[in-house]
Nanobody, 120 residues
Framework: VQLQASGGGLAETGGSLILSCAASGSGFIASNLGWYRQTPGKERELVARIDADDRTDYELSVKDRFTISRGSDKNTVYLRMNSLKPEDSAVYFC???????????????WGQGTLVTVSS
């Protein structure tokens, strides 16, 4: 399983960005997908996650501004970020756990990170 993230970039305060992350390979399906973010000197924190039943969970500061969703293939995850704030600036990482051939349900897979910068 390889996760490929895209969609980061520069946005103005109040603007929007959409991040996407696709899992390459075959024979598996995502059980949990999520987005984390990290800024220099801080630990990586959960932003949002979605499970196999499409139940979602959000970090409090992004609730009602960000929306996580899965693609129809179930192995792609999106994060729509609205009403962006400078404090949302970070490197965003997608994360996934999968079931199927050649993967263990407890294994964590990470994308390469995509930079989001929100100007004030």
């Amino acid at each position: 399983v390889q996760l490929q993230a895209s969609g980061g970039g520069l946005a103005e305060t109040g603007g929007s960005l959409i991040l996407s992350c696709a899992a390459s390979g075959s024979g598996f399906i995502a059980s949990n997908l999520g987005w984390y973010r990290q800024t220099p000197g801080k630990e990586r924190e959960l932003v949002a996650r979605i499970d196999a039943d499409d139940r979602t969970d959000y970090e409090l500061s992004v609730k009602d501004r960000f929306t996580i969703s899965r693609g129809s293939d179930k192995n792609t995850v999106y994060l729509r970020m609205n009403s962006l704030k400078p404090e949302d600036s970070a490197v965003y990482f997608c994360h996934g756990r999968f079931t199927g051939w050649g993967v263990r349900p407890s294994d964590d897979y990470w994308g390469q990170g995509t930079l989001v910068t929100v100007s004030s």
